[in-house]
Structure formats: structure tokens, C-alpha cells
């Protein structure tokens, strides 16, 4: 499974929102008990790091970790 986001950050100090998206598809991963699944703890696999596209050579901000339940309320 990977994940692909954009992430926008209102800045008071700035006219424009930041815009970041990951340089790569966070990938979670975990330990499916069901099929569905239904609010199984998924984690990165690697730390996911964020890019501004107007500028993708310089990484912005990194998520290093990010747990989340795929599939339950």
C-alpha cells in the first residue's frame, strides 16, 4: 500500500499557503489480521520526506513517524 499526499500550511506571514507533497509515496506497513481491514496499526516504513514543487530539490520537512489505523472508525 502507499500513500500519496499534499500537505498546505497557512502562513500569517505570507499571501500564499506552503504547498508540501512527499518526494516519495509514504509506504505503511503492518500486520493485516483481517479482510477488510478494520482498525489494524499500520506504520512508515521509511521517514517520509516533504518537498515544496516549486523548488522539489531541498526537502522542506521529514515525517518521521506516523501511526495510523487503516479501515476502522
Not at 32 to 60: A, H, M, R, S, W
Request: hydrophobic fraction near 35%.
Amino acid at each position: 500500500m502507499v500513500l500519496s499526499f499534499t500537505m498546505t500550511i497557512d502562513q500569517p506571514d505570507r499571501a500564499e499557503p506552503l504547498v508540501l507533497t512527499p518526494r516519495e509515496p509514504a509506504q505503511p506497513v503492518g500486520r493485516l489480521t483481517q479482510f477488510p481491514p478494520k482498525g489494524d496499526l499500520y506504520q512508515l516504513q521509511n521517514p517520509v520526506d516533504l518537498i515544496d514543487l516549486e523548488n522539489p530539490d531541498d526537502t522542506v520537512a521529514t515525517i518521521r513517524k506516523f501511526p495510523v489505523k487503516i479501515g476502522g472508525l
